[in-house]
């Protein structure tokens, strides 16, 4: 019998940040990053990124049906999953794209990040803004 071992899913390594029609390269240059449950009591910006990161990877480890992986009868190995999406100025998740050849595995990581509630989006300069993240997610097989 095959078993799911997730091999852990990387901090959010890329941020893109789009703020009006201008672009910016990194996290830091948002005034306060996008806010999620548990992480409010956190006032300095780089506590809360990294809050972020850490929340957003464990409910999409909750969130995720690992059965749906076990299902497809993929032969035993390592896996990435690469997701990529925006945090919108409404703090919603959108523009969800997910790179993997296994259409029932990308729908289940779709619905995963769909059901992660963000409480407050990015800021630049007091506005809100969408922040485009990369995530890949790794498991394996065996």
């Not at 449950?37 to 990161?53: H, P, T, Y």
């Not at 299902?71 to 919108?88: E, V």
């Amino acid at each position: 019998m095959k078993r799911l071992l997730i091999l852990g899913f990387l901090s959010l390594l890329s941020f893109n940040i789009t703020a009006q029609e201008e672009k910016a390269e990194l996290i830091t240059e948002l005034d306060i990053p996008p806010i999620i449950s548990g992480c409010n009591s956190k006032v300095d910006k780089k506590e809360i990124a990294i809050c972020l990161q850490d929340r957003i990877s464990k409910l999409i480890n909750k969130n995720l049906k690992f059965s749906v992986f076990l299902k497809q009868n993929l032969p035993n190995g390592k896996y990435q999953i690469n997701t990529f999406f925006k945090i919108s100025k409404s703090a919603k998740i959108t523009d969800i794209k997910v790179d993997f050849d296994n259409d029932e595995i990308v729908n289940e990581v779709i619905r995963a990040l769909k059901k992660i509630k963000i409480k407050s989006p990015g800021i630049i300069d007091g506005k809100p803004v969408g922040v485009k993240y990369t995530l890949p997610i790794y498991f394996s097989l065996d």
